[in-house]
């Protein structure tokens, strides 16, 4: 595989800004898992008052960056520069005592209290006196913070009864409660803040943290290069653990990120293209008109033998919970769901494996496996019916199968006996492949399947994917990444509002371009 | 990630520390009381453990998969009544009669679990209130001792074969029954897996309602047995008759080294748990402590076994 050569765009005059010390730095910074080298010599600078974009696919090392800024993580060597001298971040609360402040993507409020006592939880002792907190001061406290981010809100209003926007500025104005505590500058990190936000409310929270930079530097990660593009002075972007490259923001445009960040050219022979196969005529599963009240409607599509149908769209596009539908989560109330000529509902995952349906979640440490058990426990889970012979599990067969399967797959394991918890990510998602293909599954729903898997596990996932579809699997696919879901499927759907909006083939040689895709996506 | 790594390896001696604390106990009581040593004291020692053991047993399968049965002292009172006021009507049919009552009241506790979605400290706290009060109000609040006509149904508890006790046996037929049960049907497995990860298990297609309901039926079940056994051993039902054992048996499962939070543990731990209950225990009579404050000691015990057993810096919410 190729990797783009690494153009380091040409520095600008230093400003002022720049000839001081870097609020923030991580220097040669490294930090491994078991299976996954997350960070390598990963080396950043954040000068005050600066924006700096964070970009990188999924699996590129934006989070474990991040959880090592915030003190979540701690690196494996390397240091951090706290305006110009080494420091520790031993744990979150620590990171917060020393200005790093955080405002996360799932939104970190609690709903059932009020604006204020979210602002300062857990930090209410400032304003007790004997263990009784004195409110009045408390909340005069919290009109102030809300001042600094400008948002005309009562801070005794309950956190549930604000929209997503202003509930994101008072995470913000949260943030900022630190610069009264923390020796220097505020460095806020700001993780995937837009995700839930409309345009006129992203304009807003951008204009916000401009005006805030007199006060604090940002870290902004985020999906949507433009909004990195626009918001951010420079831009760090990442690929496979490393940072490839360090651009200035006003010189840089979406393609060039988005080349930087693939970083391969060779797209047709990574998704293993040349095996894609025609699918069978055989219909595995057919949905007619399906509809569940407030998340999808009108949802008819055809699902063959061999077949792998990718489904794209946003976050709130409804492709989720038609996911979580098919895989029996989350049961139809509208709409026909046709299975070996019948139509049916399902109930329970145990209704839906019933029908020959395999779910692999997006959440594998949670849904995809028992990470408690071994191996072989969980190659075996979705079918122990069949080695259960008068009441009694056939142990000897079970340690076979799981032999096999391990063999097959080449999950890299010590043993069938070996916990889960033990494994890489790439290897306990092959252990839930096992799973599903031990319980003659012959429709899979791949939820977000390489989430977290380094480039090299994910080829062998997609070598997998094809080599099961070759024997007639069928595949319902949706990804992080349009890229995988066009390299993959035999058909794209993109879905918006609830609706599908586009349906395309996607045959090897005759792919559709990103671009013709998200415009029915937004 | 490398911790937690370690954490197992370290857990690979752990799960040795119950057996190892149970020799211990046996050579410090034997060196104090060189009688404890003697066959006769050991076979005493193995019948006394028998009412504790099956107790245990049955609450061992609703800890494995992540719930608890508060009810079972109850269950077992209610079960010594029952067999002691129908013996002499049904004959050995009470027996059937009260296994029958443990069951069906295991059945009621998982249901409400499990279909009103109530945890299963409450709905099985509740139970257990139920059941207590059902054998004061039948049993009149007294107990009842059985006449000698009725005596004669308990050769097979009082009994023994070979010189061993039939409650010893008794016991040994319910751990064969238990280990089987767990290591090799698809109930134990289940069990495991819904109590190591109960998302997955439900996600990989497990029926988990169905297996909770079941679990708590063997609860009820073996707690009903264990009320049978105390009839045969006291000659006499009572609704007070099982009170004082709900503690020392979840003492037991625990110090044995299942896990109270699931997924970890097996019917081999809870019998040695069990016996090293009751070596605490005759080790504090040879030492003169109140049999009323023993419950003290087994309350430290359960604690200090939970501390012990579970590395809490991993868990970072308890509720």
């Known amino acids: 595989m190729s990797v783009t050569q690494l153009h380091p765009a040409p520095r600008p005059a230093p400003t002022p800004a720049e000839a001081l010390a870097p609020a923030l730095a991580l220097v040669h910074v490294d930090k491994r898992f078991p299976g996954v080298h997350a960070l390598k010599d990963v080396s950043i600078e954040i000068r005050p008052g600066e924006v700096v974009g964070l970009v990188g696919e999924n699996g590129a090392g934006k989070s474990t960056l991040m959880k090592i800024l915030s003190g979540v993580y701690q690196p494996d060597s390397g240091d951090i520069l706290l305006n110009g001298s080494k420091t520790r971040f031993v744990s979150a609360s620590d990171a917060m005592r020393q200005g790093i402040g955080m405002v996360f993507q799932e939104q970190s409020l609690l709903t059932n209290l009020t604006v204020g006592e979210n602002i300062y939880l857990g930090n209410e002792k400032q304003f007790s006196r004997f263990g009784i907190v004195d409110w009045r001061a408390l909340y005069a406290a919290a009109s102030r913070q809300l001042e600094k981010v400008q948002i005309d809100a009562d801070p005794r209003m309950r956190a549930e009864d604000l929209d997503f926007a202003a509930r994101q500025m008072v995470e913000l104005a949260k943030a900022l409660t630190l610069e009264e505590n923390a020796p220097g500058h505020l460095v806020i990190l700001l993780d995937e803040p837009t995700s839930v936000l409309e345009r006129a409310e992203i304009d807003i929270l951008f204009a916000r943290v401009r005006a805030l930079r007199a006060r604090a530097s940002f870290i902004f990660v985020s999906h949507r290069l433009d909004e990195v593009l626009e918001l951010s002075d420079r831009i760090y972007v990442m690929k496979d653990g490393a940072v490839v490259a360090d651009l200035v923001a006003a010189e840089a445009n979406v393609t060039q990120l988005h080349h930087l960040m693939v970083g391969r050219s060779l797209q047709a022979e990574y998704y293993r293209e040349p095996l894609q196969k025609p699918y069978r005529e055989e219909v595995v599963l057919e949905l007619e008109g399906l509809r569940h009240a407030g998340a999808y409607r009108d949802i008819d599509f055809k699902l063959h033998a061999g077949e792998i149908l990718g489904i794209a769209g946003v976050i709130g596009s409804g492709r989720e919970e038609l996911t979580r539908t098919l895989a029996g989560f989350a049961p139809h109330d509208g709409g026909k769901l046709i299975a070996h000529g019948k139509s049916v509902t399902l109930r329970s995952p145990a209704e839906a494996v019933d029908i020959g349906v395999g779910y692999i979640p997006r959440e594998r440490r949670v849904e995809g496996l028992v990470l408690f058990l071994p191996v072989a426990a969980n190659i075996t889970l979705g079918d122990l019916g069949t080695l259960t012979k008068h009441g009694l599990i056939d142990t000897r067969e079970e340690k076979r199968l799981a032999q096999e399967w391990v063999q097959k797959l080449r999950i890299r394991t010590p043993g069938i006996h070996t916990l889960c918890l033990n494994l890489s990510g790439g290897n306990q998602q092959k252990v839930v492949l096992a799973k599903w293909l031990n319980a003659k599954a012959r429709i899979l729903i791949l939820d977000h399947p390489t989430r977290g898997l380094d480039v090299g596990a994910k080829e062998e996932v997609y070598e997998l994917i094809r080599a099961v579809t070759a024997e007639g699997v069928a595949v319902i696919l949706t990804s992080d990444t349009l890229e995988e879901t066009i390299g993959l499927s035999h058909t794209v759907l993109v879905m918006r509002d609830g609706v599908i909006t586009h349906r395309v083939g996607a045959e090897p040689g005759h792919k559709p371009q990103q671009v013709d895709l998200i415009g029915h996506m937004v | ?319």
């Open chain 2, 1 to 319: 990630m490398n911790s937690i790594i370690e954490t197992i390896r370290t857990d690979g001696l752990r799960q040795w520390l119950p057996l190892a604390t149970l020799i211990l106990l046996v050579i410090l009581v034997g060196a104090f009381q060189p009688a404890f040593l003697e066959v006769n004291t050991l076979l005493q020692l193995a019948s006394d453990t028998a009412v504790l053991f099956i107790l245990a047993t049955g609450v061992t399968f609703v800890i494995m998969l992540g719930g608890i049965d508060l009810s079972i002292q109850s269950m077992a009172s209610l079960s010594s009544v029952a067999v002691a006021l129908t013996l002499s009507r049904f004959g050995y049919g009470a027996f059937v009669f009260a296994f029958a009552l443990g069951a069906v009241a295991g059945l009621l506790s998982g249901i409400a679990h499990v279909r009103l979605r109530i945890p299963s400290f409450i709905a099985t706290l509740a139970m257990g209130g139920v059941l207590y009060s059902a054998a004061l109000v039948t049993s009149r609040e007294r107990s009842i001792t059985l006449g000698d006509s009725d005596r004669a149904y308990l050769g097979w508890i009082t009994g023994t074969v070979f010189g061993i006790p039939n409650v010893v046996v008794i016991a040994l037929i319910v751990l064969a029954i238990a280990h089987v049960l767990q290591s090799r049907t698809r109930f134990g497995r289940y069990s495991a897996a819904i109590g190591a990860g109960e998302p997955a298990a439900y996600a990989s297609g497990v029926k988990v309602d169905r297996q909770k309901i079941i679990a708590f039926v063997l609860s009820g079940a073996c707690a009903a047995l264990a009320g049978i056994v105390l009839v045969g051993r006291l000659a006499s039902g009572s609704p007070t008759l099982a009170s004082e054992l709900l503690l020392p048996s979840i003492a037991a499962v625990v110090v044995g080294g299942t896990a109270i939070t699931g997924g970890v543990g097996s019917i081999w731990r809870t019998l040695v748990g069990a016996l090293i209950i009751s070596v605490v225990r005759i080790g504090m009579t040879f030492l003169g402590v109140n049999i009323f404050a023993q419950n003290i000691v087994f309350g430290v015990v359960l604690v200090a076994a939970v501390a012990i057993t579970i590395d809490r810096s991993k868990i970072p919410i308890v509720k």
